[in-house]
């Protein structure tokens, strides 16, 4: 009987989750699914304004800590600060009066330079003319003979890509996986030492698609004073953090946090694992920063006996408000 009534008062819980954006764009490619069109994102709007309860990501929080989660809620986050946040997802959100908490990395912010990831993808995927050759710092060698032209077939190839349920169809995605993941848990130093190398090699100077450029500093202000949006930590050069130093990682989360309240004028309490990578270090960090809630990007829903800095979110992907009601569901 004591298991039946502990079944059921987990099946009744408050059932509350956490969506997660990082673009409102509609690109040519999509590799990492992280973009949803600016269509279907008023469609997600307009679904969830009619059968949830859309709630600032701070009162969920709240709700949390005194163990008032209510039910059937819903917040919305945005990760890293892309400027289509600002020119697409704004408008919308105030449209159908929808809060949201916009996690921001700061180092891009009021910058030209894309994110090393967008331009990497650039330089290897879609670049018309590469090198026949890459060599490895090991002296692996991959052979672009095939390549090294980019035919519309390849083209086709890179744009339908889905880099986290598939295989590299092509050596060029070959080549652009293994040197992400060579990258992604460097300093950001040297990812830069790292990708003038690959600029060089490519004989290419890479000029920012403005999609993938990040918000101004004035976008981010005026985003920063609507009683809407909250700004939340996100570090500075959108490290892995896992693979730095206690340090490191108190450094990146305390001068991302100074320069978004410096700009924006709000207190920022909340953060946002990026790559929802973290250790025992950043939970000691975040803590010691005295954060009130970190977010990971491990896909559950928000609970009562959770660990307020091991928050789930679920990424939102580029779907029909049908498909994603009936992925709510799931959830």
């Known amino acids: 009987m004591r298991r ?47 059968h949830h309860h859309v709630v600032p990501l701070q009162e969920m929080v709240d709700g949390l800590a005194g163990n008032k989660i209510r039910r059937n809620s819903i917040a919305i986050t945005f990760d890293d600060g892309y400027a289509d946040n600002y020119l697409q997802a704004k408008p919308l959100l105030e449209k159908y009066g929808l809060p949201a908490t916009f996690f921001v990395s700061s180092g891009n912010i009021g910058q030209e330079t894309p994110f090393w990831w967008d331009e990497l993808e650039q330089l290897i995927l879609f670049t018309e003319r590469l090198p026949q050759t890459y060599t490895f710092q090991n002296q692996e060698t991959l052979d672009l003979t095939e390549e090294h032209f980019l035919t519309g077939i390849l083209r086709q190839k890179h744009i339908s890509w889905k880099v986290c349920e598939e295989v590299p169809p092509t050596v060029r995605a070959e080549l652009f996986f293994k040197l992400w993941q060579k990258l992604k848990p460097l300093p950001h130093a040297e990812q830069q030492e790292h990708m003038q190398q690959i600029r060089e090699w490519a004989g290419v100077t890479s000029e920012t698609k403005p999609e993938l450029k990040s918000m101004t500093v004035e976008q981010l202000k005026d985003l920063g004073q609507s009683g809407l949006f909250t700004i939340g930590a996100h570090t500075v050069s959108h490290p892995a953090l896992a693979f730095h130093t206690a340090d490191y990682q108190q450094r990146e989360l305390t001068q991302n946090r100074t320069f978004l309240r410096d700009v924006t004028g709000q207190d920022v309490s909340l953060v946002a694992y990026p790559y929802g990578n973290y250790n025992e270090e950043t939970l000691s960090s975040v803590a010691s920063l005295k954060f009130k809630a970190a977010f990971t990007t491990e896909e559950t829903r928000i609970q009562k006996q959770a660990n307020r800095y091991r928050l789930g979110r679920y990424q939102v992907k580029n779907l029909p408000f049908q498909e994603l009601s009936s992925t709510l569901r799931q959830w």
Not at 6 to 23: E, I
Not at 28 to 46: C, G, K, M, R, T
Request: charge should be neutral.
């Open 4 to 50: 039946l009534v502990s079944a059921v008062r987990r099946y009744l819980a408050p059932k509350a989750a956490v969506l997660m954006y990082h673009r409102i764009s509609d690109p040519e490619a999509d590799i990492w699914e992280i973009a949803v069109s600016p269509a279907n994102f008023e469609q997600h709007l307009q679904y969830l304004k009619a």
